[in-house]
């Protein structure tokens, strides 16, 4: 039930399309949902994250789908860009609990 | 802008030795955490410490780790007797508040072991 399930594990767009990455989750709990970038040798970034309470939520060419009743949530990059190209993981977490539990991760690669 | 910094960034040792893995959170955060990879899976959560003690850890986090915050600005992760299956990245995180909300990685130490 702690389990975020995320899809695909490898994902290729072409320049200026869109990615779609999708995630979810069983325990209802989870109140917290980030996405973290990746790059080779790096540590994850901090991109984007939504709160249950909204269905939408955009900055800049990202954007979270919050499905509630569905219990998923999908990352959106607009106009991929070469740079994107990184490993995508979704988090969840619960309001009493400090961790993150992440989801298995996408590969993504923009192809120029 | 601030940022978690890690040492080594790379360190190899020799099964059964200790390794210490040194962190420096953001300076101003309160939360702690240490996360591992393993090479091409998921990030696991290893441990949280607050106010100077564990708040939460996994079943990853046996007897064989302990953490420290032995000053008011480095936060260090032990592994006492290193196995061959602690081999991989492991990334010191630190939020200023609870929750794991917005918690910011460090760079990463690779640890090999041989």
């Known amino acids: 039930q702690q389990q975020v399930k995320q899809s695909p594990q490898s994902l290729i767009v072409q320049k200026g399309g869109i990615s779609i990455i999708n995630c979810a989750y069983e325990?209802?709990?989870?109140?917290?949902f980030p996405w973290y970038q990746q790059f080779p040798g790096k540590g994850p970034a901090l991109l984007i994250a939504i709160r249950p309470d909204v269905s939408e939520k955009k900055e800049g060419r990202f954007t979270i789908s919050f499905n509630k009743s569905a219990k998923q949530f999908s990352l959106h990059i607009m106009d991929s860009q070469p740079g994107d190209s990184a490993t995508y993981f979704c988090a969840a977490n619960k309001g009493s609990a400090r961790q993150l539990t992440f989801g298995s991760g996408t590969q993504l690669t923009v192809l120029p | 802008e601030p940022e978690v910094t890690q040492t080594p960034s790379h360190q190899v040792t020799q099964m059964g030795q200790e390794v210490i893995l040194r962190c420096v959170p953001i300076s101003n955060h309160l939360y702690f955490y240490w996360y591992r990879q393993i090479l091409g899976q998921k990030v696991e959560f290893l441990v949280s410490?607050?106010?100077?003690?564990?708040?939460?850890k996994s079943e990853i986090f046996d007897d064989q780790f302990s953490v420290e915050r032995p000053d008011g600005s480095n936060f260090t992760l032990k592994i006492r007797s290193t196995k061959l299956e602690d081999s991989a990245m492991y990334f010191c995180?630190?939020?200023?508040?609870?929750?794991?909300?917005?918690?910011?990685f460090g760079q990463g130490t690779r640890l090999t072991v041989v």
């Open positions: 410490f607050y106010n100077n003690e564990i708040s939460e």
């Open positions: 325990n209802t709990a989870f109140d917290y």
């Open positions: 995180a630190s939020s200023a508040m609870t929750g794991g909300t917005e918690a910011f």
